[in-house]
């Protein structure tokens, strides 16, 4: 296992999640916790026994002090985290459903996150970090921090880290499709490995099948992309193979949020581990079957020793 790490970057949230189904229009109660895709990796990471350091920018309001406190409990670095006196930290609600997509409502406008800009990234020292993961949520939020991400892109190709990137499609916050999938392309012919959902590949590629897909971002100079397909597994794609990896079975979805971040955390602990390809999907699929099956967005991701139990209980 490797001896360095894993440096993120997004928007924390507080995550209110309803205790009774519903609309939440009708919601009264709540459990609180915290969310974002990027710190559910960071969690996962770390659940794993990994190393990981947050960025992010939070302001000065109870929400900063929960996700902080949340962050430190599950031994997530924290020092590089920037404040705002002017913004506030955002937060979402959730509804509570037993199966399938909950309904979700952002708070997150001229949030203190959406002002991160590059000179919040100067004093990272890339050198204690083997890995950058990058999701298309930052670069939505606002051109500053669209700018940052690009930054820190170009900074971690050159000290050398490997960089993975889910593009985690957030249409709402772009300020048009057009310009979303421009961006999204471009940052993800800067990564090492891409990690789209079949919905988004074909948005993003403007094609059909899984062949026509792979062969435009293979043109694009991208070395790997695994293509996530839900229940069906994942779709593994390089200049040497092409391959279809099978998922696993759930009997009962839960909740879906959280699947993806839960497939970036196999793939990232497994190539920094250095496992096969293959291998690494295998496991991505796995906590991604494990975290369906849970409510909250991250609290399913699994310690090595329940990953290891489900993986060969469910051969």
């Given at each position: 296992?490797?001896?360095?790490?894993?440096?993120?970057?997004?928007?924390?949230?507080?995550?209110?999640?309803?205790?009774?189904?519903?609309?939440?229009?009708?919601?009264?109660?709540?459990?609180?916790?915290?969310?974002?895709?990027?710190?559910?990796?960071?969690?996962?990471?770390?659940?794993?026994?990994?190393?990981?350091?947050?960025?992010?920018?939070?302001?000065?309001?109870?929400?900063?002090?929960?996700?902080?406190?949340?962050?430190?409990?599950?031994?997530?670095?924290?020092?590089?985290?920037?404040?705002?006196?002017?913004?506030?930290?955002?937060?979402?609600?959730?509804?509570?459903?037993?199966?399938?997509?909950?309904?979700?409502?952002?708070?997150?406008?001229?949030?203190?996150?959406?002002?991160?800009?590059?000179?919040?990234?100067?004093?990272?020292?890339?050198?204690?970090?083997?890995?950058?993961?990058?999701?298309?949520?930052?670069?939505?939020?606002?051109?500053?921090?669209?700018?940052?991400?690009?930054?820190?892109?170009?900074?971690?190709?050159?000290?050398?880290?490997?960089?993975?990137?889910?593009?985690?499609?957030?249409?709402?916050?772009?300020?048009?499709?057009?310009?979303?999938?421009?961006?999204?392309?471009?940052?993800?012919?800067?990564?090492?490995?891409?990690?789209?959902?079949?919905?988004?590949?074909?948005?993003?590629?403007?094609?059909?099948?899984?062949?026509?897909?792979?062969?435009?971002?293979?043109?694009?100079?991208?070395?790997?992309?695994?293509?996530?397909?839900?229940?069906?597994?994942?779709?593994?794609?390089?200049?040497?193979?092409?391959?279809?990896?099978?998922?696993?079975?759930?009997?009962?979805?839960?909740?879906?949020?959280?699947?993806?971040?839960?497939?970036?955390?196999?793939?990232?602990?497994?190539?920094?581990?250095?496992?096969?390809?293959?291998?690494?999907?295998?496991?991505?699929?796995?906590i991604g079957a494990i975290q369906v099956q849970h409510r909250s967005d991250n609290q399913g991701l699994p310690s090595r020793e329940d990953l290891n139990l489900f993986m060969e209980e469910n051969k």
């Open positions: 296992m490797s001896d360095k790490g894993v440096i993120l970057v997004g928007e924390p949230m507080a995550l209110f999640m309803a205790t009774v189904a519903g609309s939440l229009d009708g919601v009264t109660n709540y459990d609180v916790d915290i969310a974002g895709a990027e710190i559910n990796v960071a969690i996962g990471m770390t659940r794993l026994g990994h190393r990981a350091s947050y960025i992010t920018k939070l302001g000065y309001d109870p929400f900063a002090k929960l996700i902080e406190k949340r962050l430190e409990d599950s031994s997530i670095d924290t020092s590089y985290i920037k404040y705002s006196p002017e913004r506030n930290t955002g937060f979402m609600l959730k509804n509570l459903v037993f199966e399938g997509d909950p309904e979700i409502a952002y708070f997150r406008k001229n949030s203190a996150a959406s002002q991160l800009n590059e000179d919040d990234l100067k004093d990272i020292d890339f050198s204690n970090y083997d890995n950058l993961h990058v999701t298309g949520i930052m670069p939505a939020v606002s051109k500053s921090a669209r700018q940052a991400i690009y930054s820190l892109v170009t900074r971690a190709k050159e000290e050398g880290l490997f960089i993975s990137f889910d593009p985690n499609l957030r249409p709402q916050l772009w300020e048009d499709e057009e310009t979303m999938i421009e961006n999204i392309n471009n940052l993800a012919s800067q990564a090492d490995i891409f990690l789209p959902g079949i919905n988004e590949a074909k948005l993003l590629s403007k094609k059909d099948t899984l062949d026509e897909i792979v062969d435009f971002y293979l043109g694009l100079g991208i070395e790997s992309m695994v293509i996530k397909l839900g229940a069906d597994g994942a779709y593994l794609a390089n200049k040497k193979e092409r391959k279809l990896i099978e998922g696993y079975r759930v009997d009962r979805v839960v909740d879906t949020v959280g699947a993806g971040d839960g497939f970036a955390v196999g793939m990232v602990s497994g190539l920094m581990e250095g496992l096969k390809m293959e291998d690494c999907v295998l496991r991505a699929n796995a």
